[in-house]
């Protein structure tokens, strides 16, 4: 060992006895404050120095209670005095001093240029802070009783470990653009490099950090939390920017306390309250390391239990608090904190320092032999020593303090132009003696390198590294002690969807139950059901109301519900779009049934007709009734029964077209018949009067014209519409929500009207016709039955129209197969039922003689 490092261990290892001996006391006696003012905690002259080309200044919070003397007006300021021994931080000043040493005696980063440095005790104040700054900058130093003054400027200053102390420092420190790293302070507000533009820091802003908290939560269903916050810059910020992320995530604070060292033990005891009678079963605690040590203290007073802990990185893996103690409060505690990292060679070096200022005693002689007072043995016991000094197996913050020295080197290594020469990679540095603080500031904002552990080192344009945290997992170990197990990690640097991940190890959660708390304020709503909010309570807090016809939602608590597409609706738990029911007037269904088998009996009773009627087509009574109209009316009637089957049956564009014009023309086909019998009895009757040759005129030739002219006005309408815009099958789903209606659209209505109105005028003129012959002497009787039948047709068809219009889904169908059927069936009883009764049941009426009796007993 060189012998610069064997007399820095001398002088540590002499430091840390009188450090244990005096260091945590309050106060000291007039003539003793002159011999050891040098090794007290304040901030007006450094705790450990050492001088060199560079001078690295660091300011950490040696102690952390600060004793404030009474302000006179008539005697000067006494010097502030610190307690209360910080074995964590005084690791990040041994780290800072080993990183320093190594940089030292490195031959490849600032070679032959050695770094000194002045190290302050902040005393975790904000005043102390400014102090420790005021003195680095300044080169003021107080030695054994007297003050002097000389210009000992450091080029970089490192520190300190809160963000409040941080803030003081660079108020005073930024105006000269001197720049500050930071190993511990994490507010989000420091990364404003508008006002801070001289500020860099090792550790991830906590805006990544309370992000990332926010995640976790959300990760494990708990939108229902309670927090509690540092009144500070650290906590303040970090909780305001994990509130906002949180209410992105769908979380909601059920309450938001702070608390600080510096407030009354009631206000920590009301805290408490607050916790205990709160309905949140996770606590989110942004707190420094002294506001959580009262918190807690108060916690086991009030034996609050049952609550899972989520923690901020600056307690999570504090293993003060790790102890048996704590356990069944903070055991199952999660929380995100930096990386952990090794430093070769820090673990022998600190070992030693503690082993000798613990036990009083050394393991070297002095440079002339003597011995420095009692020689460690090697034997002395740990057993009833309990503290974190030599615990560099979670190296995170002592890291950071590793990686800031090392930048530091870096951007005066790149300033200095160091450069190598020849293959031996021999190396000097240009020397200047005056750097201008913005140089070091540029350097330091292009520094990239990567450490002997493989960790690239490097700042973002906000003075910040690259935001990367370990998710801790305060687990009990088989010998029953606390240990921090890794279960998750957040990478800030990856896609949104992918920065939390869960590594699959299994997570100890709050003592109280052995399985994953639930913190809600309202049950969480099924499937099928939406939130809704009640009025007055935060988001978080909602109803269940099931979703309405329709709509959908298929995961629980679903803010609203979705609506099902055109062609689908929604099952009777409202959880899934099912395709709507598809209605039309089919076979298989009962009024289908019935329409057809009316139908086909209507057909085939006419076709039982036409046989009748042929068989006997030589009898008076068929001659009289005009045999040739008779069958062609009964061919009409057929076809009209048959024509009601086309409207039965799922709608297709063929179906469409012809349901419509076979109905159309074969009505026309029909009422032409009965208008050429009508005609044929008037003109009978006339051309039975005396003189009257009217019967030439309108013989069997000209009836059979008659029937093909009004049918062919009918077949032109019909191509009409089927050439200009034709009936087609469509899917209502206007007229019922939850199913579809498949029908034939009319494609015109004009025509369709058009259609009717010309079967509509047909059968009007018919009637008029037979009704003006209906009191025609009784052998020409057959126009009182065609007057019945077309007022039964006429009275079918304008009942129709209303309802038609009226009927819904497949009613509409029915109606008009109804018309169709029943005015077919009209037509059928009124004009050949009375002839079937007297051919088959009357025979002995059906002779030439009785109609001509008839006709003689009536004459004048």
């Given at each position: 060992?060189?012998?610069?490092?064997?007399?820095?261990?001398?002088?540590?290892?002499?430091?840390?006895?009188?450090?244990?001996?005096?260091?945590?006391?309050?106060?000291?006696?007039?003539?003793?404050?002159?011999?050891?003012?040098?090794?007290?905690?304040?901030?007006?002259?450094?705790?450990?120095?050492?001088?060199?080309?560079?001078?690295?200044?660091?300011?950490?919070?040696?102690?952390?209670?600060?004793?404030?003397?009474?302000?006179?007006?008539?005697?000067?300021?006494?010097?502030?005095?610190?307690?209360?021994?910080?074995?964590?931080?005084?690791?990040?000043?041994?780290?800072?001093?080993?990183?320093?040493?190594?940089?030292?005696?490195?031959?490849?980063?600032?070679?032959?240029?050695?770094?000194?440095?002045?190290?302050?005790?902040?005393?975790?104040?904000?005043?102390?802070?400014?102090?420790?700054?005021?003195?680095?900058?300044?080169?003021?130093?107080?030695?054994?009783?007297?003050?002097?003054?000389?210009?000992?400027?450091?080029?970089?200053?490192?520190?300190?470990?809160?963000?409040?102390?941080?803030?003081?420092?660079?108020?005073?420190?930024?105006?000269?653009?001197?720049?500050?790293?930071?190993?511990?302070?994490?507010?989000?507000?420091?990364?404003?490099?508008?006002?801070?533009?001289?500020?860099?820091?090792?550790?991830?802003?906590?805006?990544?950090?309370?992000?990332?908290?926010?995640?976790?939560?959300?990760?494990?269903?708990?939108?229902?939390?309670?927090?509690?916050?540092?009144?500070?810059?650290?906590?303040?910020?970090?909780?305001?920017?994990?509130?906002?992320?949180?209410?992105?995530?769908?979380?909601?604070?059920?309450?938001?306390?702070?608390?600080?060292?510096?407030?009354?033990?009631?206000?920590?005891?009301?805290?408490?309250?607050?916790?205990?009678?709160?309905?949140?079963?996770?606590?989110?605690?942004?707190?420094?390391?002294?506001?959580?040590?009262?918190?807690?203290?108060?916690?086991?007073?009030?034996?609050?239990?049952?609550?899972?802990?989520?923690?901020?990185?600056?307690?999570?893996?504090?293993?003060?608090?790790?102890?048996?103690?704590?356990?069944?409060?903070?055991?199952?505690?999660?929380?995100?904190?930096?990386?952990?990292?090794?430093?070769?060679?820090?673990?022998?070096?600190?070992?030693?320092?503690?082993?000798?200022?613990?036990?009083?005693?050394?393991?070297?002689?002095?440079?002339?032999?003597?011995?420095?007072?009692?020689?460690?043995?090697?034997?002395?016991?740990?057993?009833?020593?309990?503290?974190?000094f030599t615990d560099v197996s979670e190296l995170r913050i002592s890291n950071n303090v590793y990686k800031a020295v090392y930048a530091v080197a870096h951007a005066m290594h790149n300033m200095l132009k160091c450069r190598h020469h020849g293959e031996k990679l021999n190396q000097s540095c240009i020397w200047r003696d005056k750097f201008e603080p913005v140089q070091v500031l540029k350097n330091l904002q292009r520094v990239n390198f990567t450490l002997h552990s493989g960790e690239r080192v490097y700042f973002d344009d906000y003075g910040d590294p690259a935001a990367m945290y370990d998710l801790m997992n305060w687990q009990r170990s088989?010998?029953?002690?606390?240990?921090?197990?890794?279960?998750?990690?957040?990478?800030?640097?990856?896609?949104?969807?992918?920065?939390?991940?869960?590594?699959?190890?299994?997570?100890?959660?709050?003592?109280?139950?052995?399985?994953?708390?639930?913190?809600?304020?309202?049950?969480?709503?099924?499937?099928?059901?939406?939130?809704?909010?009640?009025?007055?309570?935060?988001?978080?807090?909602?109803?269940?109301?099931?979703?309405?016809?329709?709509?959908?939602?298929?995961?629980?608590?679903?803010?609203?519900?979705?609506?099902?597409?055109?062609?689908?609706?929604?099952?009777?738990?409202?959880?899934?779009?099912?395709?709507?029911?598809?209605?039309?007037?089919?076979?298989?269904?009962?009024?289908?049934?019935?329409?057809?088998?009316?139908?086909?009996?209507?057909?085939?009773?006419?076709?039982?007709?036409?046989?009748?009627?042929?068989?006997?087509?030589?009898?008076?009574?068929?001659?009289?009734?005009?045999?040739?109209?008779?069958?062609?009316?009964?061919?009409?009637?057929?076809?009209?029964?048959?024509?009601?089957?086309?409207?039965?049956?799922?709608?297709?564009?063929?179906?469409?077209?012809?349901?419509?014009?076979?109905?159309?023309?074969?009505?026309?086909?029909?009422?032409?018949?009965?208008?050429?019998?009508?005609?044929?009895?008037?003109?009978?009757?006339?051309?039975?009067?005396?003189?009257?040759?009217?019967?030439?005129?309108?013989?069997?030739?000209?009836?059979?014209?008659?029937?093909?002219?009004?049918?062919?006005?009918?077949?032109?309408?019909?191509?009409?519409?089927?050439?200009?815009?034709?009936?087609?099958?469509?899917?209502?789903?206007?007229?019922?929500?939850?199913?579809?209606?498949?029908?034939?659209?009319?494609?015109?209505?004009?025509?369709?009207?058009?259609?009717?109105?010309?079967?509509?005028?047909?059968?009007?003129?018919?009637?008029?016709?037979?009704?003006?012959?209906?009191?025609?002497?009784?052998?020409?009787?057959?126009?009182?039955?065609?007057?019945?039948?077309?007022?039964?047709?006429?009275?079918?068809?304008?009942?129709?129209?209303?309802?038609?219009?009226?009927?819904?889904?497949?009613?509409?169908?029915?109606?008009?197969?109804?018309?169709?059927?029943?005015?077919?069936?009209?037509?059928?009883?009124?004009?050949?039922?009375?002839?079937?009764?007297?051919?088959?049941?009357?025979?002995?009426?059906?002779?030439?003689?009785?109609?001509?009796?008839?006709?003689?007993?009536?004459?004048?």
């Amino acid at each position: 060992m060189c012998m610069c490092a064997r007399v820095f261990q001398m002088f540590a290892s002499v430091y840390l006895m009188f450090l244990f001996m005096f260091g945590v006391m309050g106060a000291f006696g007039a003539e003793e404050e002159a011999a050891l003012c040098w090794m007290l905690g304040s901030p007006e002259f450094p705790l450990l120095s050492k001088e060199g080309d560079i001078i690295i200044g660091g300011a950490f919070s040696i102690h952390t209670q600060i004793a404030k003397p009474l302000l006179s007006f008539t005697d000067p300021p006494k010097r502030l005095i610190c307690s209360r021994f910080n074995f964590r931080e005084f690791r990040f000043v041994q780290t800072m001093i080993f990183a320093i040493e190594q940089i030292n005696n490195s031959t490849s980063l600032l070679p032959n240029v050695p770094i000194g440095y002045k190290i302050f005790d902040s005393c975790s104040s904000t005043v102390s802070a400014t102090r420790a700054v005021m003195a680095l900058m300044n080169g003021q130093e107080r030695t054994l009783g007297k003050n002097c003054s000389s210009k000992s400027s450091v080029h970089a200053i490192i520190g300190t470990s809160d963000s409040s102390s941080t803030i003081a420092m660079l108020q005073t420190s930024g105006i000269f653009q001197i720049p500050v790293i930071s190993h511990f302070a994490t507010c989000a507000c420091l990364s404003n490099r508008r006002e801070y533009s001289s500020f860099f820091r090792t550790i991830p802003s906590d805006y990544h950090q309370s992000r990332a908290l926010a995640k976790l939560v959300k990760h494990f269903g708990w939108t229902w939390v309670g927090t509690v916050r540092s009144d500070s810059d650290y906590g303040n910020n970090g909780m305001a920017t994990f509130i906002k992320a949180a209410g992105q995530e769908g979380v909601c604070i059920e309450y938001s306390e702070a608390i600080s060292r510096t407030y009354p033990q009631s206000q920590a005891a009301r805290v408490v309250r607050v916790i205990r009678n709160g309905s949140a079963r996770v606590l989110v605690a942004f707190l420094a390391q002294r506001d959580m040590d009262m918190l807690l203290e108060e916690a086991m007073k009030q034996n609050l239990t049952g609550v899972q802990w989520v923690g901020s990185e600056s307690w999570i893996t504090a293993g003060h608090l790790a102890t048996k103690r704590h356990l069944g409060i903070l055991i199952g505690s999660l929380g995100f904190t930096i990386r952990k990292s090794k430093i070769p060679g820090l673990r022998d070096s600190l070992l030693r320092e503690f082993w000798e200022t613990t036990f009083g005693c050394s393991f070297q002689s002095s440079l002339d032999g003597q011995s420095q007072g009692r020689q460690c043995s090697g034997s002395e016991r740990l057993d009833d020593i309990d503290n974190t000094f030599t615990d560099v197996s979670e190296l995170r913050i002592s890291n950071n303090v590793y990686k800031a020295v090392y930048a530091v080197a870096h951007a005066m290594h790149n300033m200095l132009k160091c450069r190598h020469h020849g293959e031996k990679l021999n190396q000097s540095c240009i020397w200047r003696d005056k750097f201008e603080p913005v140089q070091v500031l540029k350097n330091l904002q292009r520094v990239n390198f990567t450490l002997h552990s493989g960790e690239r080192v490097y700042f973002d344009d906000y003075g910040d590294p690259a935001a990367m945290y370990d998710l801790m997992n305060w687990q009990r170990s088989p010998t029953g002690e606390t240990v921090f197990v890794t279960v998750g990690s957040y990478d800030a640097l990856l896609p949104n969807g992918k920065q939390f991940t869960m590594n699959g190890i299994n997570i100890t959660w709050a003592a109280e139950s052995l399985k994953r708390p639930q913190s809600v304020c309202s049950e969480s709503c099924v499937p099928g059901f939406r939130q809704a909010v009640i009025k007055g309570k935060p988001v978080c807090c909602f109803s269940c109301i099931a979703c309405a016809a329709g709509e959908i939602s298929n995961t629980s608590d679903s803010a609203e519900c979705s609506r099902c597409s055109l062609e689908y609706w929604s099952n009777e738990d409202r959880s899934l779009c099912v395709p709507k029911v598809v209605e039309f007037l089919s076979f298989e269904e009962t009024m289908g049934t019935l329409l057809t088998a009316l139908s086909l009996f209507g057909a085939s009773l006419t076709l039982v007709v036409s046989v009748v009627f042929f068989q006997f087509r030589d009898t008076p009574l068929i001659k009289a009734s005009n045999s040739e109209l008779s069958f062609l009316l009964l061919f009409s009637l057929t076809l009209c029964f048959l024509c009601s089957l086309t409207f039965i049956g799922r709608p297709s564009d063929w179906s469409c077209m012809l349901r419509h014009t076979a109905f159309g023309i074969t009505f026309v086909l029909c009422i032409s018949c009965v208008l050429g019998k009508t005609i044929v009895v008037l003109m009978a009757f006339r051309a039975t009067l005396p003189g009257s040759n009217v019967m030439k005129w309108f013989g069997p030739a000209q009836q059979r014209l008659s029937v093909l002219a009004f049918t062919l006005i009918q077949v032109v309408i019909c191509i009409l519409w089927l050439t200009v815009n034709p009936p087609f099958p469509f899917k209502n789903m206007e007229h019922h929500k939850e199913k579809i209606i498949l029908e034939c659209a009319l494609g015109s209505p004009i025509w369709f009207w058009a259609v009717l109105g010309y079967i509509g005028l047909l059968a009007m003129l018919c009637f008029i016709l037979a009704f003006l012959a209906r009191k025609l002497p009784d052998n020409f009787n057959e126009a009182k039955f065609i007057t019945f039948s077309m007022l039964i047709f006429c009275a079918v068809w304008i009942t129709f129209i209303p309802a038609y219009v009226s009927s819904p889904g497949k009613f509409t169908v029915a109606v008009e197969i109804f018309a169709i059927l029943a005015s077919s069936y009209g037509l059928l009883f009124c004009i050949f039922v009375p002839k079937c009764f007297i051919i088959v049941l009357k025979p002995e009426l059906n002779t030439k003689k009785h109609l001509m009796g008839k006709t003689h007993s009536k004459s004048p």
